[in-house]
């Protein structure tokens, strides 16, 4: 099984088993996802909620109506995504069970390309399994590919596309740039740098004084082609050097230097929509106006800043560069550059392709981004989509190289029975550690346990509004295909288009909700049509405010002259006295529905009193 020495000859039946193995893992997480996904019969993705719901449209038109959240997550969405839920949903397939069969098809497709990928680099199936292997517990560690919306897109197109780059083939990877476009548009950038260093790196290689030959056995890469000269690498440029490697320079073919032009040429052509599309959600809020908002803080909804250099910087899942929880083998991939410098030790590197120059060259460009999304906030949206995807990738890759390496590496140093013994349970500790992962794989789905109060919705005419500040208010527009008001899920605050709308529905629902004079709760009803009140039995208790996962985070914002904190405190100050709210003193009479944890008023009955 570990038949992967550089000596002997790779046969199919080695790259097919190792393939299997890599197969198996990422399909028993998927299954493992699926678990969960029909676990019950109300089960939605965390951020499915946002951006699935809306395509109920596509089985019913008439769900959904003048709703400010469903056209806002619209008109956002990528065209290929919307595209491929609007196909499937022609067939008359519901939008949330393509969201939760989705994720095995792409998990199966991330693995084929990344497995062939890594094979291309280093033409060992041990290696493209250890990439696979780490690559998939990476991502099931986290909610990306499983929530089926557009960024688990990036996983499979962005392998793909490296894929097509390395073998050089022209039509299927400007295929690749295109769906990139179409599903997760930020990755064309990086993509697009790619292919600029890769069309002025001149097609620089190293390797010990001759081009190997067979298949995979190029020289090794010269980091020339990061485009700023051997000291882009620092200290292991000058280990090379120092080694006995010597410098090569060959013209790169005329069809690669083709498609590094016609792939920008379909990289412009599949951006240019989206820089000249006008939206009624526009502009991107402003550095400034961000910094004003406590959404933007800890303790806000898209807590972005952060007092903490290190954690803004570093850890922080919207402004850092650190991909968060990633496999522990992942930093593995950060030796590569130090085994270089040490290929009589690691004979295996004769191996590696000079193709593996991309590695440094998605570094670059992911850090290059991160840093311009930083300096135009939040017009590239946020830095860490362009490291996190990437650097995970990039990480999974090397770090099947070294392992392979490292590995055949002990059957030089030690007897083969010993080194075998060590590879195996080198390997068994890389398959084992899920075990060790709290809730892996974490998909994130919301599981729905106010069933009753589903149906009831459900059972209103299509065009309802219901009002509410809780926590449950975000799952009635997937679990009962009715509109609300506003929800946390929605606060989303990057265009001020739509937040602004958002946030003054919010603003006047809060002082609606706790103010002594029920004009207030009479005047939103009027304005903005509402049906129903969905209130929890506890909302007017002196604690609810404190523990409202969305109210809280303004409690804790220093500046007082926001309105909508000012709304939130002083509502928090009411609740401290034995008085109650006006809408508290109209529960009964107005109830149109109660559950043992909620109580439904009915619109026309609040409006008509007092």
Known sequence: MLNYRPQKTITACDRNFWLALSLSFAIICALMGLQKAFSAEYVVQDDARQHVFWMQRFLDKDLFPNDLIADYFQSVAPAGYTQLYQTIANLGISPFLLNKLLPIALAIITTLYSFHLCMGLLPIPLAGFISTLILNQSIWM????????????????????????????????LVAIALTGLFYPQYVLVESGILILQWGMGNWEWGIGHRASGIGQSPLPSWEGLGV?????GWVASGIQNSKFKIQNSKLEAKNSKLPLLGLAIAVAVMLPYVFKTSDFGPAI?????????EFWPGGRSEFFDPNPYSFWITSKRSGFVPARMAIASWLGLLLPLLLLYPQKFPLLKKLSSRAIVLPQ???????????????????HLPARYTTHSLQVLLA?????????????????????????????VLL??????????????????TGKATELYRFFQKQPKDITIASLAEEANNLPSFSQRSILVGREYAIPYHVGYYSQFRERTLALVRAQYSPDLAAAREIIKKYDIDFWLLERSAFAPDYIAKNRWLKGFLSWDKTEDKLVLAVREAFAASQDATLPALANIVEPCSAFETEKYIVLDGKCVEGNG
């Open 229 to 233: 000269g051997w000291k882009g690498w």
């Open 362 to 380: 998605i570094a670059l460009v992911a850090f290059s981004l991160f840093l311009a999304a930083h300096a135009l906030l939040f017009r590239l």
């Open 397 to 425: 890759l090397a770090s099947g190289i070294v392992l392979a390496v490292f590995l055949d590496a002990l059957f030089n140093w030690f007897k083969p029975a010993k080194a075998r013994i060590a590879a195996v349970l």
């Open 142 to 173: 986290k909610d990306d590919l499983v929530s089926a919306t557009p960024r688990a897109f990036v996983y499979p197109l962005f392998l793909a596309f490296l894929y097509y780059l390395q073998r050089q083939s022209l039509l299927p990877c």
């Open 286 to 294: 402003a550095l400034a106006d961000a910094k004003n908002l406590p």
């Open 429 to 446: 500790v890389l398959v084992l550690y899920p075990i060790s992962v709290d809730r892996f794989p974490r998909t994130y789905y919301k």
